[in-house]
């Protein structure tokens, strides 16, 4: 079995994978054991996830804002920023388009969005405020105040606040990674109302070639037919992004959009 292989059919929630990971890693036994009884401190007072989940972004941007992201360092946090800006764009993002970004964090590639798109284009959702206030503060920092972009909490993803058929774009980065299906099912049973006609919303997800499973409900690894199922469901068309599998980032993209009422 190959490295590649073997990465995509682990469950890194069996004993087993913990041990061995254990084994060949001891500095980081620490950090896991503080993070699991903060796991089982958060589920224990935040019984559903969304609640669970914005109290993790709150210890987490406490810390540090760009590690809060899964940014290690200033230089990580810029490169990933990037990449996912530089992929956008060459796929199909212009400045014209009005864009949803779910989860958008402290602006990691947000900035650099609200930067190419025309004024007003941008609209940026997250969970969590500790995170929002951190994002001000880089859009402050890059100067881009004059494009007026809109920086609003959430509860849930339903869009319900937001009008019908106004997104060109849609975009969740390491969103649905931290997601249990039925928050993933919420998004794609409303973002077609959302959608503007030939809009797009794509959204990366951990992968898994084995069983689906998740690291201290954080974490989560699903199968690909899954999600594209899921999106078919919804009245949806699926398409996985293979180029993206190309990049240094560790995730895997998925593409929806609405099928042509002839198709």
């Not at 069996?14 to 503080?34: C, D, E, F, Q, T």
């Not at 014209?96 to 970004?101: A, I, T, W, Y």
């Amino acid at each position: 079995m190959s490295k590649h292989t073997d990465a995509l059919t682990r469950d890194r929630s069996s004993l087993g994978h913990r041990i061995r990971y254990a084994l060949r890693n001891p500095a980081k036994i620490g950090p896991y054991v503080r993070r699991s009884a903060r796991d089982l401190r958060l589920r224990l007072t935040h019984r559903d996830h969304v609640s669970y989940y914005r109290a993790v972004m709150a210890s987490d941007a406490a810390r540090d804002p760009r590690s809060a992201v899964g940014s290690r360092n200033e230089e990580r946090w810029l490169a990933l920023g990037r990449m996912q800006f530089e992929y956008l764009v060459d796929h199909g993002l212009r400045p014209e388009h009005r864009m949803l970004d779910i989860g958008c964090g402290n602006l990691r590639a947000g900035w650099r969005f609200i930067d190419h798109l025309d004024e007003g284009g941008y609209y940026g959702i997250d969970i969590s405020p500790d995170i929002l206030m951190a994002a001000k503060k880089v859009l402050a920092e890059r100067g881009l105040q004059r494009k007026l972009p809109h920086l609003t909490i959430t509860q849930d993803l339903t869009f319900d606040f937001l009008p019908d058929h106004h997104f060109d774009v849609v975009h969740a980065h390491s969103v649905f990674s931290h997601s249990p299906l039925e928050v993933i099912e919420e998004a794609l049973a409303n973002v077609k109302r959302i959608l503007a006609p030939g809009g797009f919303f794509d959204f990366t997800f951990d992968r898994t070639e084995g069983t689906e499973h998740h690291v201290l409900r954080e974490d989560f690894y699903y199968r690909t037919e899954t999600l594209v199922a899921l999106a078919e469901r919804h009245g949806l068309r699926a398409s996985f992004m293979d180029d993206w599998e190309k990049l240094p980032h560790g995730q895997s993209k998925i593409r929806v959009s609405v099928p042509e009422p002839a198709e």
